[in-house]
């Protein structure tokens, strides 16, 4: 596709449900990037893929998440036991290269509340 | 851990004044980029600056990359209300993609 696409846009789980979300990148585009957006303003790195291969996981949490990049299948992540400080939204963003100049393209975004 | 300072994180001005917003870290990027989010979207890209010392101009937007490649500026001439919105400048960690983002500017322009 010519766009991010993120799904759902809102998502509710009450704490310790499972929360899963789906990013397609934009075809052509070799890596996919996860951030974390909290208190508005403050993106965080969680973390990045090229192809179906982890390519640096140094924001992902320890415990609880996990992503994937599968061929053939949207990229996802994964909130296993959610806890209120993970809400959030989450932006997951593509690019054709790692290197400097290359454009990260941002989807829309998921809305995770933990309630 | 890499951080990168933007300020001011809000600013409120009157229609016709200028701006200047400024991000600075002791880390050297690859390039730094601009964007611009609206409520309830993803971050669009404004610019990419990539060599020290760069200057692009987006019609009133004027950007600025540092000669050593660790701080950027933001420069509005003229400020209008449509201007109005979250600014946020990013890093780009050599060799990885990643990006490392400013705390944004809430910018407010009243007519």
């Known amino acids: 596709g010519e766009e991010v696409a993120q799904t759902p846009k809102h998502l509710v789980r009450g704490e310790g449900q499972k929360a899963k979300l789906y990013c397609a990148p934009i075809?052509?585009?070799?890596?996919v990037f996860w951030y974390q957006q909290v208190l508005k303003n403050e993106f965080k790195f969680l973390i990045s893929?090229?192809?179906?291969?982890?390519?640096?996981e140094t924001g992902m949490p320890k415990e609880r998440f996990s992503a994937k990049c599968l061929p053939n299948s949207p990229c996802s992540l994964e909130i296993q036991a959610t806890k209120l400080e993970d809400s959030a939204v989450y932006f997951c963003?593509?690019?054709?290269?790692?290197?400097?100049?290359?454009?990260?393209?941002f989807g829309q975004g998921t809305r995770l509340t933990v309630v | 851990t890499q951080l990168l300072e933007q300020s001011p994180q809000f600013l409120s001005i009157q229609e016709g004044e200028n701006l200047t917003v400024y991000c600075n870290s002791s880390?050297?990027?690859?390039?730094l980029q601009w964007y611009r989010q609206e409520p309830g979207e993803g971050p669009v890209l404004l610019v990419t600056?990539?060599?020290?010392?760069e200057v692009k101009k987006l019609k009133r937007l004027t950007f600025q990359f540092g000669d050593a490649r660790k701080d950027s500026s933001l420069h509005i001439t003229a400020a209008q209300p449509g201007d109005t919105g979250l600014y946020l400048c990013a890093g780009v960690i050599p060799n990885t993609g990643k990006l490392i983002f400013g705390q944004g500017t809430t910018l407010q322009v009243k007519p």
């Open positions: 075809k052509g585009h070799s890596y």
């Open positions: 880390s050297v990027f690859s390039s």
């Open positions: 963003a593509s690019s054709q290269s790692e290197q400097g100049g290359t454009e990260a393209f």
């Open positions: 600056v990539v060599t020290g010392g």
């Open positions: 893929f090229q192809n179906e291969n982890v390519f640096d």
